[in-house]
């Protein structure tokens, strides 16, 4: 149920907080190598193209982020946080 909520081509703008939360739900399933819970997402991800929506989320979301944190990093020029 958790993949499929993640996966969901019906509203593929799901909030970003329950996104989130449902990413935290999943990872407390994984938690201690769970190996039931690893295989049964395995499978779905393996099994069912509506994966690519799960991924294409966290790829947009980890773009966005990415974008931020440079345009943080060029406003703050002056404290050269890092080193590009």
């Known amino acids: 149920m958790l993949m499929n909520l993640l996966s969901d081509h ?4 799901i909030n970003d907080a329950v996104f989130g939360d449902l990413i935290n739900f ?7 190598g769970n190996v039931e819970v690893q295989k049964s997402i395995y499978s ?5 193209t509506s994966s ?4 294409k989320r ?3 979301m980890l773009s966005d982020e990415i974008v931020r944190l440079k345009r943080g ?3 703050n020029s002056d404290e ?3 080193n590009f």
């Not at 019906?10 to 703008?13: E, V």
């Not at 990872?27 to 201690?32: A, D, Q």
């Not at 690519?52 to 991924?55: A, G, M, S, T």
Request: proline residues 3%.
């Open 10 to 13: 019906g509203d593929p703008k």
């Open 52 to 55: 690519e929506v799960f991924f």
């Open 73 to 75: 990093i060029v406003d």
């Open 44 to 48: 779905y991800f393996m099994n069912f």
């Open 26 to 32: 999943g990872m407390r399933l994984l938690e201690e």
């Open 80 to 82: 050269d946080l890092y």
């Open 58 to 60: 966290v790829h947009t």
